[in-house]
């Protein structure tokens, strides 16, 4: 089992940057590490994953302002998130997936505010 704290959240005018993270509290080597967001009224929605070779998958409104990292040394998940808009305000939240487990594991989540 592992546990994830996020971090970064705030709030930010529109066009602005954040960098959240996402603290693991141990090794991520094995996970299919994510970012998830959840706005009011809306449905949770993948934002973003980071699989253990390296491959990375985006939702499309996301693409070429979001960029998922991952430093397994660290156990640390990054999501960096440019010229952001009125509607990526949400809660994101990180998440872990086992293969072996079929198994998600998720953070507290960290509130991002877009407001001019």
């Known amino acids: 089992q592992v546990q994830l704290v996020e971090s970064g959240g705030g709030l930010v005018q529109p066009g602005g940057s954040l960098r959240l993270s996402c603290a693991a509290s141990?090794?991520?080597?094995?996970?299919?590490m994510a970012w998830y967001r959840h706005a009011p009224g809306k449905q949770r929605e993948s934002v973003a994953t980071h699989n253990r070779d390296g491959s990375t998958w985006y939702l499309d409104s996301v693409k070429g302002r979001f960029t998922i990292s991952r430093d397994n040394a660290k156990n640390l998940v990054y999501l960096q998130m440019n010229s952001l808009k009125f509607e990526d305000a949400a809660v994101y939240y990180c998440?872990?997936?086992?293969?072996?487990?079929?198994?998600?594991?998720w953070g507290q989540g960290t509130q991002v505010t877009v407001s001019s």
């Open positions: 998440s872990a997936y086992s293969l072996q487990l079929h198994t998600y594991y």
């Open positions: 141990g090794s991520i080597d094995i996970y299919l």
